[in-house]
């Protein structure tokens, strides 16, 4: 079964600096999906990114999936309070009966001011 | 813009209680997906269902059932519930046109 691993699992920034979270794939990713969550509420759609190489950017967070799509990072440039949350990153869980998402445990990020 | 729907937002049961959540897609989304997220867990997937079928099962219990009704709507109901079953219900829909899922604010069940 495919598997998906967050490092950090945590992480604390100062307020202005840049952060990455790495999201690793046991297997090859046909759909990597970034999510925003804040403690107890819904999950924020962030960005999709299916090819090799692609990199997105909203706002001031980018992400790229690797040549290899099988992992995928998340970068926040000048980090500010707002950011602060859960990121989570899914894929398409293709490996397995239909097409539902499989997370990673998830990224915890403070961003003290 | 129409986001997805779930009520009730929280909810309290006691144990061998039933309970129903329900959930409203995004207009002309034709799939529901139903992820339960325990306490410091990632969501896990439950049920989904495509065009009011039942399009793939995960780690759903025995006790829980689901449907999608005609206006895509769906319910999830829980039977039979245990402390263990205190988590966030998370509803997601997706249509044709887009891949990606888009979730709902969840619901809180906790079961005491």
């Known amino acids: 079964s495919q598997e998906l691993e967050q490092s950090p699992q945590s992480l604390i920034v100062q307020e202005g600096k840049n952060l990455t979270i790495n999201c690793t794939s046991s297997k090859t990713l046909y759909g990597l999906y970034w999510y925003k969550q804040k403690y107890g509420e819904g999950l924020i759609f962030l960005m999709m990114l299916q090819k090799g190489g692609e990199e997105k950017s909203h706002e001031k967070i980018t992400a790229k999936l690797d040549e290899k799509k099988q992992q995928s990072s998340l970068h926040i440039t000048a980090s500010q309070p707002s950011h602060a949350g859960i990121y989570l990153c899914g894929a398409d869980n293709l490996y397995q009966a239909g097409t539902a998402l499989i997370f990673g445990k998830g990224t915890t990020l403070s961003v003290s001011s | 813009a129409a986001g997805v729907i779930q009520s009730p937002r929280h909810l309290i049961k006691e144990k061998r209680e039933t309970a129903t959540l329900k959930c409203y897609p995004i207009p002309r989304h034709d799939t529901v997906y139903w992820y339960q997220q325990g306490p410091g867990q990632d969501p896990q997937f439950l049920i989904s269902?495509?065009?009011?079928?039942?399009?793939d099962k995960g780690s759903i219990p025995d006790r829980f059932s689901a449907q999608q009704f005609s206006d895509y709507h769906s319910e999830l109901n829980m039977s039979s519930l245990e402390l263990g079953d205190s988590a966030l219900y998370f509803c997601?829909?997706?249509?044709?046109?887009?891949?990606?899922?888009?979730f709902g604010q969840g619901t809180r069940l906790t079961v005491v």
């Open positions: 997601a829909s997706a249509g044709e046109e887009n891949t990606e899922a888009f």
């Open positions: 269902f495509y065009e009011k079928m039942q399009s």
